[in-house]
C-alpha cells in the first residue's frame, strides 16, 4: 500500500490525512518519533470507508487523549487515528442513562451527569483519558470503574462492520477487559442514579482535592505507570517502588516523581529509550528484592 493510496482516498473523500505526522505533542509524556500516517476521520461513513479501503492491510493504532501512553521515537510504519468532533457528542436519554462518543474525556461526561443530576460519574472528573481508553482498560479511580456504570459498548471492526455490545458480554478485571483489540469503539451507553447536582459537585470537588494532594499535576506524566498488584500482595504499587527503588532515580530525563512514585515524569526533553529503561530498572528492582513482577497499566507502542 503507496502513499499514493492513501492521497486518493482523502481526495476522493475530503478526508484528513497527514503523512509523516508527529506524534510528540499528541500524547501527555511529549514524546515519541513520527506516524506514516496520521488520520482523523470527522463522522462514522468517512471511518467506515477508511477501515473498508485499508483496515486489514495496515497496522492501526487509536490514539485517545495520549494520556497513558508511551511512543517510541521510531518511526509508526502504520495508520495513527484520531477520531474527530463527531465522536465526542454526549446525549442523554431516558431513566438517567448517557450515550458519550468514545472521544468524549472523561472530566466532560462527569460534567455532564453532574449539570443533568445524574450520579454514578463522579469518580470520571479525576481520569484523564477518553471513554474509548476507558472502555479499553477499565478505567478507574477511588473503588469505582468504568464496570459499574457501563450498559453496552458501540464499536467498529476493521472490515468496517458496527456492532453493539451488552456489558453482560464483557469480562472486566482489574484495568483490563477482554475487549478484542481489533475493535474501536466508536460510543457507550451508560447508567447512573438520580442525585442532587449540589451533592454531586460536592463529590467532585472532594476527589479532585484528594487526587491533587497525592498526584502530580500539570507535569508531563503518562498517570499511574504500573497496576497494583491486587493479586500478589496488599501493598499498593508506590509502596513497593517506594521500598525498593532509591529516591531521585533517573535515566536522562526521565524521572520518578517525588509526590507519587507510581507517576514518571518527562522533566525536559527526555526519549522514548530514557522512560522506558526507567520503567524496565524499577520492574527489576521490585522484582528482585519482593519477587513480584509489576505490570504496567500505560501502553507502551514501539
Keep these: 500500500m503507496t502513499i499514493n493510496n492513501f492521497e486518493n ?17 499528541t500524547n501527555w509524556f511529549n514524546i515519541g518519533g513520527k506516524a506514516k500516517v496520521f488520520f482523523k476521520p470527522e463522522n ?6 477508511f477501515l473498508k479501503e485499508f483496515g486489514k492491510s495496515q497496522k492501526i493504532f487509536i490514539l485517545g487523549a495520549g494520556s497513558n501512553i508511551l511512543l517510541s ?12 468532533k463527531k465522536f465526542t457528542n454526549i446525549s442523554l436519554l431516558k431513566d438517567q ?5 468514545s472521544g468524549v474525556i472523561d472530566k466532560k461526561l462527569s460534567e455532564f451527569a453532574c449539570n443533568n443530576g445524574i450520579g ?11 471513554v474509548g481508553g476507558g472502555l479499553k482498560m477499565n478505567s478507574g479511580c477511588f473503588k469505582k470503574e468504568f464496570k459499574d456504570i457501563l450498559l453496552s459498548v458501540q464499536a467498529i471492526d476493521k472490515s468496517g462492520r458496527v456492532l453493539t455490545i451488552p456489558s453482560s458480554k464483557i469480562k472486566f478485571g482489574y484495568r483490563e477487559s477482554n475487549l478484542d483489540d481489533n475493535l474501536i469503539f466508536l460510543s457507550a451507553s451508560f447508567k447512573g442514579k438520580p442525585k442532587n447536582k449540589k451533592e454531586i459537585e460536592n463529590q467532585i470537588n472532594f476527589l479532585k482535592k484528594k487526587k491533587d494532594e497525592t498526584q502530580p499535576t500539570k507535569i508531563k506524566t503518562g498517570g499511574s505507570t504500573f497496576k497494583n498488584p491486587i493479586d ?6 508506590w509502596e513497593l517502588i517506594k521500598e525498593c527503588v532509591p ?12 509526590k507519587h512514585c507510581n507517576f514518571f515524569i518527562n522533566e ?17 528492582k521490585v522484582k528482585i528484592k519482593t519477587g513480584i513482577k509489576l505490570e504496567t497499566e500505560i501502553k507502551i507502542i514501539e
Design 9 to 25: 482516498f482523502s481526495k476522493i473523500n475530503n478526508s484528513k490525512i497527514f503523512f509523516n505526522y508527529d506524534l510528540k505533542k
Design 44 to 49: 462514522l461513513s468517512e471511518l467506515v470507508a
Design 73 to 84: 521515537d521510531n518511526k509508526f510504519d502504520g495508520v495513527v487515528i484520531k477520531l474527530g
Design 97 to 101: 442513562i448517557i450515550i458519550a462518543g
Design 120 to 130: 454514578g460519574f463522579e469518580f470520571l472528573s479525576c481520569i484523564p483519558g477518553t
Design 232 to 237: 500478589q500482595t496488599n501493598k499498593k504499587v
Design 247 to 258: 529516591s531521585g532515580k533517573s535515566f536522562g530525563e526521565a524521572k520518578i516523581s517525588t
Design 268 to 284: 525536559k526533553n527526555a526519549s522514548f529509550n530514557d522512560m522506558k529503561n526507567l520503567i524496565e530498572f524499577v520492574k527489576k
